[in-house]
């Protein structure tokens, strides 16, 4: 129910020496340049754990606003995630289940039974309050028994912390027990941003892009929302990391990204597909973070809207041993 400073000095450093190898074997190796880059990458600290077993979500009630660093911990056998929608005043976790929960039910069982018009028009009966809810950031997708962590930025308020992937059978994880209430006080945590080591840029129109090279090892990505819309199947953009095995098909992941086709964000995922965590819908001119430690194979990044490709929201890499 929906729903980002590398040393400059380094790359630098990083560049010349990729020049550099090709003329003289003498030069430092790649390998050396990475590790120094890598020194640049911190591990977390004062986090706020989350943990899923099943069907739902083991956390702290109340976290302090501003800067705060999740570890998700996926113990179950599904993919899931989180997302943090901060509600208007007055509305609370009562009125989801009364007012929203029968809207997506309703949805989401014509668009099963192959009515995906009827379906998309029924989320028209959403409350006209459901517009002033703020998706503030989360953890990309992450598989079973993998940990995803994300460094977000809180205002004060009242959140609901949700999943939305589909069981087998379309039910929403949310409907499942997925649904959390969450309060970010007033008091602010104190905490400062990470230092990213690759920086992303975000956008509608000009899809995912990045400043600097993938590879091996530790890494802190900032992700920056330039602007934001909804998209066809009214979701905002985000960006998710995937590990994509030789049998994974790009074509069954992208049109696996988009909920609203009844075959969509669905138990369970294509095949070949590692998801490894991300940064969820946030408004645009947001900031978030997430970390991964990354082993040579084919990835992709790829935000959960639809005809990812043709908006160039689905770019994939490799990382080289």
Known sequence: ??????????????????????????????????????????????????????????????????????????????????????????????????????????????????????????????????????FSGGTGLIAPKHTAITTLKLEPGYYIMECYVKMPNGKFHTLMGMAKPIIVTQENSGNLPPEATININLSGEEGISYDNDITKGKHIFSVFVKDQKQHENF????????????????????????????????TPVPNGVTFLGGVNDMPAGSTGYFYADLSPGKYALISEVPNTKSKGLFKVFEIID
């Open 1 to 134: 129910m929906k729903k980002i400073n590398p040393s400059v000095f380094l790359i630098l450093i990083f560049s010349s020496v990729l020049i550099s190898c090709k003329t003289d074997k003498k030069m430092e190796p790649i390998e050396d340049v990475i590790a120094e880059i890598e020194e640049t990458y911190k591990e977390p600290t004062n986090v706020i754990d989350i943990i899923t077993r099943s069907m739902e979500f083991q956390s702290v009630d109340t976290i302090p606003s501003g800067w705060n660093t999740f570890t998700y911990q996926n113990f179950s056998n599904e993919t899931h995630f989180f997302l943090l929608d901060k509600y208007p005043e007055g509305k609370t976790a009562e009125n989801a289940i009364t007012d929203i929960a029968p809207v997506f039910e309703e949805g989401m069982d014509l668009i099963n039974e192959g009515k995906a018009e009827e379906g998309l028009a029924a989320f028209g009966k959403l409350p006209e309050w459901y517009g002033s809810i703020v």
């Open 235 to 266: 979701i905002w953009h985000d960006v998710n990391l995937v590990k994509l095995e030789d049998s994974a098909s790009e074509e069954a992941l992208e049109a696996w990204m988009d909920w609203s086709n009844p075959k969509g964000l669905i």
